[in-house]
């Protein structure tokens, strides 16, 4: 069973940076996807970022050019940069990862951005 750690959230300032980590179980060589997600209060869990095994990425319109999604094979660690935070990025993020068609989620860890 895959298991997903995130850690890096906190309380930041609007503008600011953080960096989360998700530190995986295993290679993450064999995963098909590894993606960040958010879910604010109220709202639906949305993605914000995925990158595919050949390293191709996808971004979620709202934080192109101002979040980047990285990975580090040795570490087995999925990371997400991000910067230029808005107050509505305010929101729990979650890892997932996905392999042999099986979705795995990180317990999440809690982004605030203050005005």
């Known amino acids: 069973q895959v298991q997903l750690v995130e850690s890096g959230g906190g309380l930041v300032q609007a503008g600011g940076s953080l960096r989360l980590s998700c530190q995986v179980s295993?290679?993450?060589?064999?995963?098909?996807?590894m993606g960040w997600f958010r879910q604010a209060p109220g709202k639906q869990r949305e993605l914000v970022a995925v990158?595919?095994?050949?390293?191709?990425?996808n971004y979620a319109d709202s934080v192109k050019g101002r979040f980047t999604i990285s990975r580090d094979n040795a570490k087995n660690t999925v990371y997400l940069r991000m910067s230029s935070l808005k107050i509505e990025d305010t929101a729990v993020y979650y890892c997932?990862?996905?392999?042999?068609?099986?979705?795995?989620w990180g317990q999440g860890t809690q982004v605030t951005v203050s005005s």
């Open positions: 997932r990862s996905v392999r042999y068609g099986i979705i795995s």
């Open positions: 295993g290679s993450i060589l064999s995963f098909t996807s």
């Open positions: 990158m595919l095994r050949d390293d191709s990425t």
